[in-house]
């Protein structure tokens, strides 16, 4: 049976026909489903085979491709308690990867992935899964760019013609429906799209104007948010959304968020602050304002990223 969902499903075949769709759940909630994408069935479910391979690993092995190892690339492991959402630690662990890029490549956040040798068929099946969900990404774009009276190919040929492409693999161990703390606190996105594979075990929340709400797995379908860049291109006009996750199920739980986001190198051009507050006047979760930013958007996501890893901020210092 299909679980109760009270966010949006939209069918992204035709961008031109998704756009009115697309407005309404920007506008309303920043969430709703996506359908018509064109992933195979098949490559999702090798995606979620391995992972699990790759987290029944012993804890020496996972570390073996710590995040440490991965320098200014930023990619690899960590372990549960190690990521922070607000300051405080997230009950999962997880797998940081992106664009394949060589070794010594002169940004930070690009390179080369850490991969485990002991799931040697987890690299395949995430490079091709970065290839298809780039091309997702983009045709949801589209839409997003046609609901705002745009061409459809304002985002493609601009903010994400050679766009910054980072993916998570996220495990989620189960936790009592009474224990403190999150798999990861309610919080928004940095960027402009999220597209959000995840397990049959739920425990997605999204806050919406009338309070927070399950968005639970359905078949064929990603889970779609706009992130904190988008709110502010928009001048606040589509919002991006908290959500939060607590594994609940008694499960492991898995879930594949993909992001796709501007250039690295791409300015951000400066809007109000208004956006800081939500409808009703008050202060967003983070009291911060994704509008009040300007300069590059890797500027903007560095600084981002280095609250959630500290300690590995030094190291895009050096």
Known sequence: MTPPTTLPVVDISSPA???PGIERACRDTGFFYVTGHGVPASLRQELDTRGRE???LSEAAKREIEMS???RAWRGYFPVGAELTSGERDLKEGLYLGTELPAGHPLPLHGPNLFPRQVPAL????LSY??????????VLRGIALSLDLDADYFATGYTASPTVLFRIFHYPPAPPDAPGWGVGEHTDYGLLTLLAQDDNGGLQVRTPGGWVDAPPLP????????????????????STPHRVRNTSGRSRLSFPFFL????????PPLPDRAARDPDGTRRWDGASPLAFEGTYGEYLTAKVAK????????LGN
């Open 261 to 268: 986001d501007p250039d690295f190198t791409a300015g951000v």
């Open 69 to 71: 190892r991965g320098g």
């Open 17 to 19: 026909a998704a756009a």
């Open 220 to 239: 064929d379908a990603f889970v779609c948010n706009i992130g904190d860049m988008l709110e502010r291109l928009t001048g606040g006009w589509y919002r």
């Open 130 to 139: 970065l290839d298809l969900m780039t091309a997702v990404g983009q045709n």
């Open 123 to 126: 690299r395949p099946v995430v």
């Open 308 to 315: 959630v890893f500290p300690r590995l901020h030094e190291r």
């Open 54 to 56: 790759f987290f029944a």
